[in-house]
């Protein structure tokens, strides 16, 4: 399958991703938005995504834009450091995909590329541009030095003192500065499993040897919780003392109390006990991705500027809409998926209140939700699939006859179905990669994996996959 936009910016085989192809996207995200004082580029740890950023370098160069190279650095310190430049920004990354992929993401100077400009950059795909006098490049390696002290300044030296934490390292680009951030915040930082090679973590859908490591680190190093992020660290993985993966909406929940957050925009496969909350005015639902949150956060501020509006998705990436307040400081609004803030606020939260993180998430409404992946799964199989299951109502109810009657069906992004019992079965293909995602969710962990794993069975036959 060709590179092609999906929910994350510009993904496909990094074979695909040929020079001529990188040079392509950009003189046409170039030539279609706004890019202010010049470009700010970044990238993650995997293999070629140091080939990419040269490629993504000479073709600005090319264009005659002046050109920031801020090395390996987070997807949200890339992105700050651009918009505080009044600059444009790529980010070279194929997030937590397999390292046989990669993609790219674009920032205009007012962040992350809107639906609208994603069109009109492919509408440029092709368009000769007049020639112009090379670009000037300039080494940035200190782009995330920003990003570090806005976490020092908002949370404080003494924020996490008492804490021990582990930190998976694995191959997150973020590994060395969230451990200086912890470890600033005075926590004592465990550092584990550093990995030269890349990994491709997704903390949306933690594989059971994972979460069996993650318990094992809890019980043998005395930890209070266990922190990651996927591999440009734009989503958050947390676990509790006992080394319970905290689910990524949940995360949400917390740093959304935390901030005083009023408005919250989150897509339908988030957890619905948002709605059984007083704590917010409005939680307008979204399709998954984040391009979709960031227009419902606009929309939201356009009603009301004053609005102490957020978003984040099930997968944790949160958006801070808002100048809010943290326990020591400012904390500045942030218009990209970040996965330090959700890390850090309910850590916080939880110290300051005397308990641990499990306590946090038992004082919510009890709704837990599940996710996994059906990966190599091709796409046009995927939406054949679900085509069938959303135009014929007999052939949904037949797969649906081991689970339960459907009561409610919701088409906003693939097809969230609720059950007689109240459990609710998300079905839906990835908008990144030849992935099927699936989302439970129901009363308790156990039943609402159980209904996953009885899911991914029903699915994997349906599409042929044993």
């Not at 997704?202 to 591999?231: F, K």
């Not at 007083?278 to 227009?295: L, M, N, W």
Request: aromatic share 4%.
């Amino acid at each position: 399958m060709p590179p092609k936009f999906g929910t994350s910016g510009l993904r496909g085989r990094v074979v695909d991703l040929t020079p001529g192809l990188i040079g392509a996207h950009v003189a046409a995200f170039l030539a279609a938005c706004p890019t202010g004082t010049g470009l700010f580029v970044g990238r993650d740890l995997r293999p070629s995504s140091g080939r990419i950023a040269a490629d993504v370098i000479a073709a600005a160069r090319a264009a005659g834009l002046a050109v920031s190279d801020c090395g390996a650095l987070p997807t949200p310190a890339l992105a700050m450091a651009a918009m505080a430049s009044g600059a444009a920004a790529v980010m070279v990354t194929g997030s937590h995909i397999p390292a046989d992929r990669n993609g790219l993401k674009f920032y205009t100077p007012s962040g992350e590329i809107t639906k609208a400009e994603e069109a009109a950059i492919m509408a440029a795909l092709g368009r000769t541009a007049p020639p112009q006098p090379e670009g000037r490049l300039t080494p940035a390696p200190a782009a995330a030095e920003a990003y570090v002290a806005r976490y020092l300044t908002a949370f404080g030296a003494t924020a996490l003192s008492g804490l021990r934490l582990g930190l998976y390292e694995h191959s997150s680009v973020a590994r060395d500065l969230l451990h200086d951030i912890l470890h600033a915040l005075g926590a004592t930082v465990v550092r584990l499993a550093r990995s030269d090679s890349f990994i491709p973590v997704d903390t949306e859908a933690v594989d059971p040897a994972t979460r069996a490591q993650l318990a094992a680190w809890c019980r043998a190093h005395d930890l209070a919780a266990v922190l990651s992020t996927d591999g440009d660290a734009d989503r958050p993985m947390l676990t509790d003392a006992t080394g319970q993966v905290i689910a990524g909406d949940l995360l949400g929940v917390l740093t959304a109390r935390a901030l005083g957050a009023r408005v919250i925009c989150t897509p339908v496969s988030s957890n619905s006990l948002l709605e059984q909350l007083p704590d917010f005015d409005a939680i307008p639902r979204t399709k998954i991705g984040s391009p979709f949150v960031i227009a419902a956060m606009a929309a939201a501020r356009a009603q009301d500027p004053a609005a102490k509006v957020v978003g984040f998705e099930a997968n944790g990436g949160f958006l801070l809409g808002f100048d809010a307040a943290g326990p020591a400081g400012p904390l500045p609004a942030l218009h990209t998926r970040d996965a330090v803030l959700p890390l850090l606020a309910p850590l916080v939260a939880a110290r300051r209140a005397g308990q641990g993180l499990a306590a946090l998430v038992a004082a919510l409404p009890a709704r837990v939700t599940a996710s996994d992946r059906l990966t190599e799964t091709p796409t046009e199989a995927s939406a054949a699939f679900l085509a069938r299951l959303s135009q014929d109502g007999a052939a949904r109810a037949a797969f649906l006859a081991r689970f339960g009657t459907e009561t409610a069906l919701d088409r906003t992004d693939g097809l969230r179905m609720v059950l007689q019992d109240g459990r609710v079965l998300h079905l839906r293909p990835s908008g990144n990669a030849p992935e099927f995602r699936l989302y439970t969710e129901a009363a308790t962990a156990a039943a609402a994996q159980d209904l996953l794993r009885d899911a991914m069975e029903a699915v994997a036959a349906a599409l042929g996959r044993k």
